[in-house]
């Protein structure tokens, strides 16, 4: 079983839809959570960390976090053609990043 | 602040050849990190350095080595490079292990022949 796992896609939601990433994990001691964007061919970049069980939105976004489950979901409202991109699951574990392999996103306009 | 720089950004080996993946940051970062890239994989770490002076394996070390040269700069060496190492490597940098943003580098795609 990976540590983190995410459906590899594509996802793929028309312009103005609701987009759910969701990503599950193995360790239970896990704390910390993190998701990147990465578009093609280029490094991810934080979208946004999330360390408490609930929601926290940020703009278009909202991470969801239940430990309890063990799930981490990203939610992105009205999807934009620019949010077309991979987007990497990671849980922080003693100083280092574990990645998920990422789920491709396509916003068809 | 130019971030996190890596170089070359491309390269061409042939099997046996050697050479350094170069990476400096100038946020005054304490933690530095090599991954990999490989097509529909996620990011597998190479190796780390939780501070200047240390090192340790991520999950895939095998056939490379590193070097925390001083703060600023975290070098990864390939000794006898395999077709298998061919992926894009990235380098990323965080103000302390486990506090926040790791701020990630442009990326060195090698292939190997």
């Known amino acids: 079983q990976k540590e983190v796992e995410q459906n590899s896609g594509p996802l793929s939601v028309p312009e103005g839809a609701i987009a759910s990433l969701n990503c599950t994990y193995s360790d239970r001691g896990s704390q910390s959570f993190f998701w990147y964007r990465q578009y093609s061919g280029k490094s991810p970049e934080l979208i946004m960390f999330i360390y408490s069980n609930g929601d926290k939105e940020d703009g278009r976004f909202t991470a969801q976090l239940n430990k309890a489950s063990q799930y981490v979901s990203l939610l992105i409202r009205d999807s934009q053609p620019s949010d077309s991109a991979t987007y990497l699951c990671a849980r922080e574990s003693s100083y280092k990043l574990i990645f998920g392999s990422g789920t491709r996103l396509l916003v068809r306009p | 602040n130019a971030g996190v720089t890596q170089t070359p950004k491309f390269q061409v080996l042939k099997t046996g050849q050697s050479m350094t993946l170069q990476c400096a940051q100038d946020m005054n970062h304490n933690s530095m990190y090599w991954y990999r890239q490989d097509p529909g994989m996620g990011l597998r770490l190479i190796y780390y350095?939780?501070?200047?002076?240390?090192?340790d394996k991520g999950e895939v070390p095998n056939g490379y080595n590193v070097s925390r040269l001083n703060k600023r700069e975290f070098s990864l060496r390939l000794e006898s490079a395999a077709p298998s190492q061919t992926s894009v490597y990235f380098c990323a940098s965080i103000v302390a292990g486990g506090q926040g943003e790791q701020f990630f580098g442009p990326g060195t795609r090698l292939t190997v022949l």
């Open positions: 350095s939780a501070s200047e002076g240390t090192t």
